[in-house]
């Protein structure tokens, strides 16, 4: 029975081959007849892809209406160009900080006035007595007060931007009559007010140390020095307290002082003594401050190797003219150290403590400053000369080598600010001078009538962009990003002649390019740009700006 259907079925294929009799059903009749792509299924699956495709377009429609119309863009603050700031019958100092107080991206300024206040907040309903000592937060877009925190008088001195890297919860220590008050930036809260310790009237800057009590917080060292002796007392970043005993370093006066940090991450408090620069270590301080409490800190054994057996003292730079001591760097990573005396300025390299190279200067003016000449990533030094005759000359130094990049001749008018810089995009800086290029028709001694700003692109250094400046007497001065990548400004605060003294003080902030269609350009030397007056203007206009 097997065979015979076997047989059977496979006659009926034959037959079907034959064209005869298919011997197959209607149905597979049909099925042979439809296309390949019905055969396989592919007919449905046609199906299946148009209506994928609508719903990834209706997808993708709504996204971008969402995106569009229902979804908020963030609003980017809205700034004004420049605005002036005057506070009547009140004193000022010489501090500003810029530091971004209102979370909205883009800088804001705080200063310090001695006034009786406004009619929102006064010394009197402070219960202090008039006038007092106001610190101030005021917004960078448009000079508006953010807050205003009134302490009792004198003024000493006053730092922010210590909470960076420190989990502390304030940013700005004012020292004021007897007091230290720490500042919340936001807010303008008081964190904590201590009695300043007994006799020690304490200097900038702060040194911020390591978590030396063991609160999760970074603690403080003040440093005071007079004729005969320098204090040093650790501070509690947490309360204020005074953690341990004060250390006394007897016979010896410091005009300056830094934290270092070595490659073996031990910390080096730097002293400018009459002799020259010298480091002592940290754990000697605290062990003495107070016994045990240097366990927390490293040692460098490469550095101790230096140490005098006696005082612990590192010599680092001895000259016994030293006017200037400064980080030639902005991070904590042991940084070159900058060194200045009458006769020449140098760099110490700040792992090892070799001389790098040193350079013959004079008359050093003030403290140098610091911009990206050239595109090596080194950091390159600015250093105004006096040359007399009321002159300076304005010298640019190759951070790497020491070598002269550029400079200029500037009659040295009065009340001028320092130099300074700030960093763009393309990785050089616009540097900003104070004074006024020498012509025939200028008066061999200058008047405050005579000042002016230059700016200096490190491309066109054959040229300067000359704009006039405030008469009024300038207290303080800050060229300064305010928004990455979009503008940089002048801060400028003017007001009486003396410190303290009472008058009309004045806050202005002005974009740095908004003077760039009025000014001059100034050429200087020879073989200048081949581009005319306005190509210069439009290469400053196109300017962008960040941080270091």
Known sequence: METADNVTESAHLKRGEDGTETGIPQSSTKLRKKSCKEALGFANLTHWRTAIFFFSLFLCLTIVFAFSFIIPCPVRPQYQISWNRSFPDAATYDFLAVEDTSRDKVNDIMFVLKTQGNQNNTCSAAGLSSPCVFVLAVDGTDGTTMWDLPLSSEYHWAECGLNKGASRNWDCLVSHSDQLTTIDNYTGDVKWQQARPSGLQGSMPVLSVPDLNEDNVNDLVLVASDNTQTQLIFI?????????????????????????????????????????????????????????????????????????????????????????????????????????????????????????????????????????????????????????????????????????????????????????????????????????????????????????????????????????????????????????????????????????????????????????????????????????????????????????
Do not use: C
């Open 236 to 548: 509690s970043g947490e309360s204020g307290v005074q953690i341990g005993s004060t250390v006394v370093l007897d016979s010896i006066e410091t005009t300056n002082h830094l934290l270092h940090h070595t490659p073996e991450g031990s910390h080096y408090v730097l002293l400018q003594k009459e002799k020259g620069l010298y480091g002592l270590a940290l754990w000697r301080i605290a062990a003495k401050a107070k016994p045990g409490m240097e366990a927390v800190l490293k040692k460098d054994k490469h550095w101790e190797k230096n140490a005098s057996p006696t005082s612990g003292f590192v010599p680092i730079y001895e000259s016994d003219s030293l006017r200037y001591v400064l980080k030639a760097g902005h991070t904590d990573n042991s940084p070159n150290l900058l060194v200045v005396t009458e006769t020449e300025t140098s760099i110490v390299d700040g792992k090892t403590l070799q001389l790098l190279w040193s350079v013959n200067t004079s008359s050093v003016l003030r403290e140098p400053s610091f911009g990206h000449f050239n595109k090596d990533d080194i950091l390159d030094i600015v250093v105004e000369e006096d040359i007399g005759n009321y002159r300076k000359r304005v010298v640019i130094l190759d951070g790497k080598s020491g070598d002269m990049l550029w400079e200029v001749e500037l009659l040295a008018a009065p009340n001028s600010p320092g130099p300074s810089a700030v960093h763009t995009t393309n990785s050089f800086s616009i540097f900003v001078f104070w004074g006024t290029l020498p012509t025939e028709t200028n008066s061999s001694v200058p008047m405050i009538s005579d000042r002016y700003t230059y700016m200096l692109h490190p491309l066109y250094s054959k040229v300067l962009l000359e704009s006039t400046s405030s008469l009024d007497h300038i207290v303080t001065f800050k060229a300064k990003l305010m928004e990455h990548g979009r503008h940089a400004a002048f801060i400028l605060l003017t007001g009486p002649e003396t410190e303290g003294a009472e008058g009309t003080v004045v806050l202005s902030k002005r974009k740095l390019k908004q003077d760039v269609p009025e000014s001059n350009v100034r050429h200087i030397g020879t073989g200048g740009p081949s581009e005319t007056d306005e190509d210069i203007k439009e290469v400053f206009s196109r300017l962008r700006f960040s941080d270091w």
